[in-house]
């Protein structure tokens, strides 16, 4: 599927291509909800990396998380964050570990996207008390990472490419 996105002040557009564009996945960790997600989680959604197409490059800025584990040294995220340097809009996540994958943020994309079937409510190990997780049958529940990756969820619900 072909999406387009942009930030709030129009300083950065883009466009990408994703064969996993449901955003079906609310991620409650402390970087995702501090970097970009107010409502106390963030959704990200999978695309192809070498079909990103970015105007507005300039306003782009990188932030590399401190990762804080019980027991560990912190450690700096080799995952890059984009987001506009003028107005904060978070962008996309890119990892160099998963070169070919790029992860918009779902609040950046201005292609209507499909909604979900069901929604993986994920990293609820980390949620604060003041925010209202999601119930029901719809809703599937992760302490941590869900098992399943993101393609095989949209395998499961019968999203494949040639039906884009």
């Not at 072909?2 to 129009?10: A, M, T």
């Not at 106390?40 to 584990?69: P, Q, T, W």
Request: with cysteine.
């Amino acid at each position: 599927m072909h999406l387009e996105g942009s930030c709030h002040c129009g300083a950065v557009h883009f466009t990408v291509n994703a064969d996993s564009p449901y955003p079906y996945l609310h991620c409650h960790c402390s970087i995702c909800r501090k970097t970009a997600g107010s409502g106390g989680y963030a959704i990200n959604i999978g695309a192809d990396m070498r079909s990103l197409r970015v105007r507005g490059r300039k306003h782009i800025g990188v932030y590399h998380a401190v990762m804080r584990e019980p027991g560990k040294r912190p450690w700096r995220s080799p995952a890059e964050r984009h987001f506009c340097q003028l107005c904060g809009s978070a962008l996309w996540v890119w990892d160099p570990r998963y070169p070919e994958l790029v992860h918009p943020h779902a609040s950046a994309i201005d292609t209507p996207l499909p909604r979900p079937p069901e929604t993986v409510e994920a990293g609820l190990k980390w949620v604060p008390e003041w925010v209202d997780v999601p119930r029901g049958r719809q809703h599937v529940h992760c302490a941590t990472w869900p098992e399943e990756s993101l393609a095989d969820w949209h395998r499961r619900h019968g999203f494949s490419p040639e039906r884009g």
